[in-house]
C-alpha cells in the first residue's frame, strides 16, 4: 500500500469502519424502517370518488333561442334552438349563467349569417357549435365552453 505500516493500518481500519457503517446503514434502512401500511381498498374508493367529482360537470341550460334565417326563397325561415353548455370547470358554470346575454348574442350572429341548408346538415351542427365555442372562448380570458350540447334544434 503506501510502504509505512502505522499509515496502512489506520487506512484498513478507516475503511472498515466505513464498510461497517454503510453495512449497518443499510441493513437499518431495509430491514427496521417500516412502510406505513396502506389500505388499498381505501384508496381506490378515494380515487375513484375523485375522478367521478371531476369528470361530472353539470352542463348549463340556455333559454330558448329563436333565430331568423337568410333565404334565398321569399318563404322565411327560422331556426329554434336551446343549448346546454358543458364548461371546462365546475365552478365555470356561473360564468356562463352571467355571460348567457353574451353568448345568445353570439348563436344569433353566428346562425345568422349561415345558409338554413348549411345549417340543417350534420356538419353544419358540428360547425356551428365550433364557431360559438371559438367566438366565446375568445372573447373571456380562460377558456370557458369544452362542449355545446343542442337540446332543441328545430329549423322550419
Known amino acids: 500500500m503506501t510502504g509505512n505500516a502505522a499509515l496502512d493500518k489506520i487506512l484498513i481500519l478507516v475503511c472498515l469502519v466505513f464498510t461497517l457503517l454503510t453495512t449497518g446503514l443499510s441493513y437499518y434502512s431495509f430491514k427496521l424502517i417500516k412502510r406505513p401500511q396502506i389500505d388499498e381498498?381505501?384508496?381506490l374508493e378515494s380515487m375513484l370518488d375523485e375522478s367521478k367529482q371531476k369528470?361530472?360537470?353539470e352542463s348549463v341550460t340556455l333559454k330558448k333561442i329563436t333565430?331568423?334565417?337568410h333565404s334565398r326563397s321569399s318563404r322565411l325561415r327560422y331556426l329554434d334552438i336551446?343549448?346546454?353548455i358543458l364548461p371546462?370547470?365546475?365552478?365555470?358554470a356561473?360564468?356562463?349563467t352571467q355571460k348567457e346575454p353574451i353568448i345568445a348574442d353570439a348563436v344569433i350572429n353566428i346562425a345568422g349569417d349561415m345558409d338554413p341548408d348549411e345549417i340543417n346538415s350534420v356538419s353544419g351542427k358540428i360547425i356551428l357549435e365550433n364557431r360559438i365555442k371559438t367566438y366565446i372562448n375568445s372573447t373571456t380570458k380562460d377558456p370557458l365552453i369544452k362542449k355545446i350540447f343542442f337540446s332543441?334544434?328545430?329549423?322550419q
Not at 88 to 92: E, L, R
Not at 152 to 155: M, Q
Request: aromatic share 8%; charged share 10%; hydrophobic share 50%.
Open 67 to 69: 333565430i331568423n334565417l
Open 88 to 92: 371546462f370547470h365546475a365552478s365555470q
Open 55 to 57: 369528470s361530472q360537470i
Open 94 to 96: 356561473s360564468l356562463v
Open 152 to 155: 332543441r334544434f328545430v329549423i
Open 82 to 84: 336551446q343549448l346546454n
Open 41 to 43: 381498498q381505501a384508496e
